[in-house]
C-alpha cells in the first residue's frame, strides 16, 4: 500500500494520533475464563462446549512457540490447488474481505478473494450482500484492534437475522493468544478464526464453517512454509504488490510482528522474477515489493543472493518503475545502495524507519543501530541517489523517553529533511518486550510531543513539496481523483502525490506533468505529454 491509501486508509494525514483519548488499562483476564468450557474428542477432532455452542480447535495461537525460531528449513510448496468438489462450494454466493493495516495485508487479501473465487463465490462490496464476511486484521497498533472489534458488533446484528453468513477473522490479530480468547468468550457470533501461516486451508476451514455449523479455529503459530501459485486477484491494473519475503527476525521490543508473521522465510528468486515479468506481460507499470523486514531478503537463502542482487535482475525487466517497502536500517547494504543508483525502473524513494533520534531510546526499542548509525546510512544513499525523496515512521512517548531525548528526534527530522514522516503514539502490545515496561509518559506528553512533531513534519514537507513549483515531473496515473472527479491523481517516482486535469485516457499510463502549486501533502499540476516507457 502507497503512503496515500495508508493515509487514507487511517483517515488521517501522515502525522496522526492513534490515542485519540486516554483509555483504561485493558483487563485481559476475563478472557482467559474457561471454567464453564468443556472439552470432548470426536471423529479425531477436539470440540469445546462454551456459551452454548461448540468450537471445533484445530489449533489455537500460542505466543510460546511464535517466539521460537526453529532451526527446520522452509519448505517451497508449488501444487497449490482448490480440491475439485469444493471448486462449487460458492456457487451463487458473495464474499466480503475488509483489510485493515499493511500493504503485507492487502496482498493477503488478494490471495483469499483469488481462493474464494475460484470457488465459485463473486464479490460485493455490500454487507448485507455476502455470504462470507472476512475481517484481515492488523495488530500493530490498539486502534486498529479497536475497528475490528467494534465491526465484530455491528456485524452481530446481522447474523442474527441471517444466522447461514459465514463471519471469519484472519490476520495478524487472529495470531494472538489474548484475542482468539476474547472472541470465544464474547463473540459467538464468529464462525471461523484462522492465522497469517494458514491462508492456503480457506477451502477445507470454510467447508468446515460452513457445513459443520461449529465456529473453527486453526491458528499455526508454527512457522510457515512459502506457498506458491495461490490464485489471487490484484486490486488494480496498474500498480502491483509483489511478496518477496515473510517474517521478521529484528523483535524491536514494541513490535508484535515477529510473533504473529513469523520468522523471516525468503521466496526464491526465479519465482519472484517470473512474478514481476508475468505482471509486465500484463501491462503493470509499476511494482512495489513486499516484506516485513524487505531488504533481509535472501539471508535465510545461503547463496550470497541479496535484496540488492534481486533488484538488479529485476532492473532488466521492461517495466517503468519497481519499488519495495518496508527495510529496516540495519539490513541496508552498500551493493543495495549501488544498484538503486543505477535508477531506470528503480525509482528514488526511500521509506527508511528510524522510530527515534535518541540513541538510547533506539536501544530500548532494540532497533540495533544508533542515531550517528542511521545518519551515516542516509548521507551514502543521498551521496548515491542525490534526488531521492525520504520517508520514515516515528514513535514518541515510547517508555522512560525524556524531554532531551524527544529533542533529540525533533532535530534528526530536521537534519534529515523527510519529504514525510508517519507519527504515532507509543501504545503498548501484549505480549511484547516494551509492554512490561512501565509506560511513564504520561498521556498529555504524549500529545504534546505528537503535536510539536506533526507542526514542524508539515513544515519541511510543505517546504519540500514547494522547490517543485514550475518543474516538470514524471506521474504514473492511478484514478479519478476522490475529491473532484474532473481531476485525476497519481504518484511521481519519488511517490508525491500529484492532481492533474487530464483525459480519463491517461489513467493506467505515465505522463509528465507541470508542478503549479504545492501543498502540505499533493502537488496540483498540468498536463505537458505523455512520456514514452
Sequence with gaps: MNEEQRKQQLNESPSYNHDKKDKP???????????????????????????????????????????????????????????????????????????????????????????????????????TEADVIFLNTCAIRENAENKVFGELGHLKPLKLEKPELIIGVCGCMSQEETVVN???????????????????????????????????????????????????KRAGKTQAWVNIMYGCDKFCTYCIVPYTRGKERSRMP???????????????????????????????????????????????????????????????????????????????????????????????????????????????IKAAIPHASFTTDIIVGFPNETDAQFEETMSLVEEMDYDIAYTYIYSPRDNTPAAKMEDNVPMEVKKQRLARLNKLVNDISARRNAELEGQVVEVLIEGVSKKNENVLSGRTRTNKMVNVAAPESCIGQVIYTKITEAKTWSLNGELVEMAEV
Design 182 to 232: 476474547r472472541i470465544l468468550q464474547k463473540h459467538n457470533h464468529v464462525d471461523l478464526i484462522f492465522g497469517t501461516h494458514n491462508i492456503h486451508r480457506v477451502p477445507e476451514l470454510l467447508q468446515d464453517a460452513i457445513l459443520g455449523k461449529e465456529m473453527v479455529v486453526e491458528v499455526w503459530s508454527k512457522e510457515g512454509d512459502v506457498v506458491e501459485n495461490m490464485p489471487r
Design 25 to 127: 488499562k485493558k483487563d485481559y483476564s476475563t478472557y482467559f475464563d474457561f471454567s464453564s468450557a468443556s472439552i470432548e474428542e470426536k471423529e479425531g477432532r477436539q470440540y469445546m462446549k462454551i456459551g452454548g455452542r461448540s468450537i471445533q480447535i484445530n489449533e489455537q495461537p500460542d505466543f510460546k512457540k511464535g517466539k521460537k525460531r526453529g532451526k527446520e528449513e522452509v519448505e517451497v510448496q508449488y501444487g497449490f490447488n482448490v480440491p475439485e468438489e469444493l471448486r462449487r462450494l460458492g456457487q451463487g454466493k458473495k464474499y466480503l474481505i475488509r483489510t485493515y493495516g499493511c500493504q503485507m495485508n492487502v496482498h493477503d487479501t488478494e490471495n483469499m478473494s483469488g481462493i474464494l473465487e475460484e470457488m465459485g463465490f463473486t464479490e460485493t462490496s455490500e454487507t
Design 270 to 380: 526465479e519465482d519472484i522474477i517470473h512474478e514481476v515479468r508475468d505482471l509486465a506481460r500484463q501491462g503493470y507499470k509499476e511494482i512495489t515489493l513486499l516484506g516485513q523486514n524487505v531488504n533481509a531478503y535472501g539471508k535465510d537463502l545461503g547463496e550470497g543472493y541479496r535484496l540488492g542482487h534481486l533488484m538488479d535482475d529485476l532492473h532488466k525487466i521492461d517495466i517503468p518503475r519497481i519499488r519495495f517497502t518496508t527495510s529496516h536500517p540495519r539490513d541496508f547494504d552498500d551493493h543495495l545502495i549501488e544498484v538503486l543508483a543505477k535508477g531506470g525502473n528503480l525509482v528514488e524513494h526511500i521509506h527508511l524507519p528510524v522510530q527515534s533520534g535518541s540513541s538510547e531510546v533506539l536501544k530500548l526499542m532494540a532497533r540495533k543501530y544508533t542515531r550517528e548509525q542511521y545518519v551515516e546510512l542516509a548521507g551514502k
